[in-house]
């Protein structure tokens, strides 16, 4: 959407800054996403899961919702989201589109637009929505900037570090159930701990802990679905001492009961 004019946005009426009641969840429709939908959290913690895959999400990740998306989401009823939803479309098919998910670092400045853009039509505001397409604009170019840099931070990370950072998320994703920690995993890779967890963070998209867990519910699913193992069963076997507490994270993770997928 780089090259995108303003005026071809086409503002939709549908956008709020909201806070999610305790019991909200979005839940799955028989229609895909219709528009683009701009979705950011500011405060809260969640699932969302697009198109299959689940996402765990807290302040500053944002989400840019594609026509024929097909969206799931919940949150924690003691921690609820706030978040700002804009639904939009574009007069033609844009040649550069910002990821499906990305994590802000300048919450600030992309916060300010967002407050900016609801704002506008709070009350009658002269020149609203050649405004408000000018900011949807910013937003749009914020979220490119900041996939370029990224990959410019991947072409400067050596070669050795993204393979030894890759390998250790494969053995991970081999061995779910061994009792993985980022002290264990730091000193296989020949890292620091904080070296370590950082740029596993930056090449593989999430935290040393969170793909731990990750591994385990996928493979969880799978032994659940396939091999007729019991939810008790699956629990020991990716490493849980408490059939309960991997009931809880399996549900957080995935939305469902492992009974559910059994």
């Known amino acids: 959407m780089l090259y995108i004019n303003p005026d071809q946005f086409i503002l939709k009426p549908s956008f709020a800054t909201i806070y999610c009641e305790p019991n909200w969840k979005w839940r799955k429709r028989d229609q895909p996403m219709p528009n683009y939908d701009l979705f950011y959290i500011w ?4 699932t969302v899961i697009l198109n299959g895959k689940s996402y ?57 637009l967002l407050t900016q853009y609801v704002r506008l039509f709070l009350v009658k505001t002269f020149g609203a929505d050649i405004e408000a397409k000018l900011i949807l604009k910013q937003l749009m170019i914020h979220l490119l900037r900041e996939e370029q840099e990224k990959e410019k931070l991947m072409e400067d990370t050596s070669h050795h570090l993204l393979e030894t950072i890759r390998e250790t998320a494969n053995y991970i994703q081999q061995h779910p159930g061994k009792p993985h920690t980022i002290e264990s995993l730091a000193t296989r890779a020949n890292l620091s701990q904080r070296y370590f967890s950082e740029k596993f963070k930056q090449i593989i998209g999430q935290t040393v802990k969170s793909y731990i867990v990750y591994t385990r519910i996928k493979r969880a699913e799978h032994l659940l679905h396939s091999s007729g193992m019991t939810v008790t069963e699956a629990a ?27």
């Open 43 to 46: 405060n809260g913690e969640g």
């Open 56 to 112: 765990q999400v807290e302040k500053g990740h944002c989400f840019l919702f594609k026509p024929g998306d097909l969206i799931t989401a919940a949150h924690k009823p003691q921690r609820p989201l706030k978040l700002t939803y804009i639904h939009f479309d574009v007069t033609e098919v844009p040649r550069f589109v910002p990821p499906s998910h990305r994590i802000i670092d300048n919450t600030i400045h992309f916060e300010s």
């Open 236 to 262: 020991y076997a990716l490493g849980y001492n408490d059939p309960h507490f991997f009931s809880r994270q399996f549900k957080k993770y995935t939305g469902k009961n492992p009974s559910d997928v059994r």
